[in-house]
């Protein structure tokens, strides 16, 4: 390239860089920007230190192709807690998530999966699923569904659990081994504005983030990765729409009488879908499962204020009882746990296809929040991208929210290297196209999947429930049909 006419390398430049940039590219760099005022000048700065933000800035200086570039993370909570995280082996958050092994292969090719506590994940080999209206069935593994050879020794796995603390202080570990990233944590953000054109350097088309303190931050593409309530989304005038589901999701770390039906080395996870919202509980090490049930704001309320005893009494019951005799243990105010023994006498269930029993909760893991889907109208502006909840917020009966904020994470790092290879500004919208190409059609499908879903076994009678029942049955025996919904699931297109 060296030896081509300023004349000819001059168009290819335009193409992808506006003039001021230009400009600005031809003038030598200096970071070292002190004066009062001056922004320093970053290539990437990302707003949001949660697990999309992190994998992120982990991708990218662990890329052989963008790791020169100069990046910086903005983060209102203090990261040394992260950092120092630590639980006894016989206590677990209750902010837990299902990483598809998709996922966890990107998270080992960044080299952040080793400084994971690997003794605090879990993996399971199955899912269970019914419907708790019509009792109709779906069980999820790899056998069966021609994915794998009948004489594998053991079942291949379809996620993995882990706390959401396990995977941020691993990618703030693998960022430190990495080095060469400027770190603001404990920072809140005061504002983001444009930049202005001086003598020697126009910014009037970059992001400028202002923090507390009076620091300011200029960004060739700012990363938005601050959540659903996203200040950067908000900067760029991009419209987030969906609605509230009128639901909480209530989260609990309990503790079941043994490892499971499976033992240790063979871990089921279970979802049953109830008028009200599902409730599903996913295995963690040991004898530990965490809960997650999608319920009436009124119900979560509820089941917050039970002591101990009868709050576990709610949880068998919910995968035990029928969904009247539930809602009927949902208008007392106490003594559910003697109720249950006697409603239980009256009904009948296959013990070997639901958890085992819950005999007790973690203290202070008893939690609940809103839930809702929303779904920006575009992921990317003139040197703005989103990623994870900035971009799409989808209710957790999936539990793909995290995965999908993995899978922007990586998919614009993709997109960064691509430009990075090919001389184009990182920030330039059209630079940017294939990540909102290759992420939009994916996310907004599993959006829409799974709010038709939320709302299909909201029914609780009528033609839908006879028909649904013999859908989820008619899946359940087509071993294609179900292996191509578990990849899908996983990650594996």
């Not at 001021?20 to 005022?37: E, K, V, W």
């Not at 796995?157 to 941020?168: G, P």
């Not at 970059?206 to 309530?229: Q, S």
């Not at 290879?421 to 196209?433: F, R």
């Amino acid at each position: 390239m060296s030896g081509l006419n300023p004349a000819i390398r001059r168009p290819a430049l335009s193409r992808y860089v506006c003039q001021s940039c230009i400009r600005f590219l031809r003038t030598p760099r200096n970071y070292a920007t002190t004066a009062p005022g001056i922004p320093e000048i970053f290539d990437v700065v990302c707003i949001g230190g949660g697990p999309a933000g992190l994998s992120l800035l982990t991708a990218l200086r662990a890329s052989g192709v963008a790791s020169s570039l100069k990046v910086a993370l903005i983060e209102s909570q203090d990261l040394g807690r992260t950092r120092a995280w630590s639980l006894p082996p016989d206590q677990y958050s209750n902010r837990v998530s299902s990483l598809t092994p998709s996922s966890v292969a990107f998270l080992e090719d960044i080299g952040a999966w080793k400084h994971i506590q690997s003794p605090r994940v879990q993996s399971y080999q199955e899912m269970q699923v019914w419907d708790g209206v019509s009792g109709s069935r779906i069980s999820f593994d790899w056998h069966g569904t021609g994915s794998i050879s009948p004489q594998a020794s053991q079942k291949k796995t379809i996620a993995y659990m882990t706390e959401n603390l396990n995977l941020t202080s691993a990618l703030l570990a693998r960022l430190e081994e990495l080095g060469g990233l400027t770190i603001l944590d404990g920072t809140r953000v005061e504002d983001i504005h444009l930049g202005e054109e001086t003598e020697t350097l126009d910014l009037s088309a970059w992001p400028v983030v202002e923090v507390a303190g009076g620091r300011k931050l200029a960004a060739r593409l700012l990363v938005g990765a601050d959540g659903a309530n996203s200040p950067v989304r908000t900067f760029a005038g991009i419209e987030s729409r969906g609605w509230d589901y009128e639901r909480h999701g209530l989260v609990a770390t309990v503790r079941l009488e043994g490892e499971g039906w499976g033992g240790a080395n063979e871990k089921v996870a279970y979802q049953r879908f109830l008028p009200t919202g599902p409730v599903a509980l996913l295995p963690l090490p040991g004898g530990f499962s965490t809960l997650v049930w999608s319920t009436l704001p009124s119900h979560a309320s509820l089941l917050k204020s039970l002591p101990p005893t009868d709050f576990i009494a709610m949880v068998n019951a919910a995968f035990r009882l029928s969904p009247v005799d539930l809602a009927y243990m949902h208008t007392q105010h106490q003594g559910q746990a003697e109720e249950l023994l006697w409603r239980e006498q009256h009904t009948k269930f296959d013990v070997q296809r639901i958890p085992q029993r819950i005999v007790g909760v973690q203290e202070g893991t008893v939690a609940s929040f809103p839930l809702r889907m929303r779904h920006a109208d575009t992921y990317i502006g003139e040197r703005i991208a989103l990623v994870g909840d900035a971009a799409h917020t989808v209710h957790p009966l999936a539990g793909q929210g995290l995965n999908q904020g993995q899978g922007d994470a990586q998919s614009l790092v993709k997109t960064i290297e691509f430009a990075v290879a090919h001389g184009q500004d990182i920030g330039a919208q059209l630079s940017l196209e294939p990540y909102v190409a290759d992420r939009y059609a994916t996310n907004n499908l599993l959006l829409g999947v799974v709010d038709k879903l939320h709302k299909l076994y909201g029914v609780q009678s009528g033609p839908v429930v006879a028909l649904r029942g013999w859908g989820l049955q008619a899946v359940d025996a087509m071993g294609g049909l179900k292996g191509f919904f578990m990849r899908q699931a996983a990650g594996g297109g």
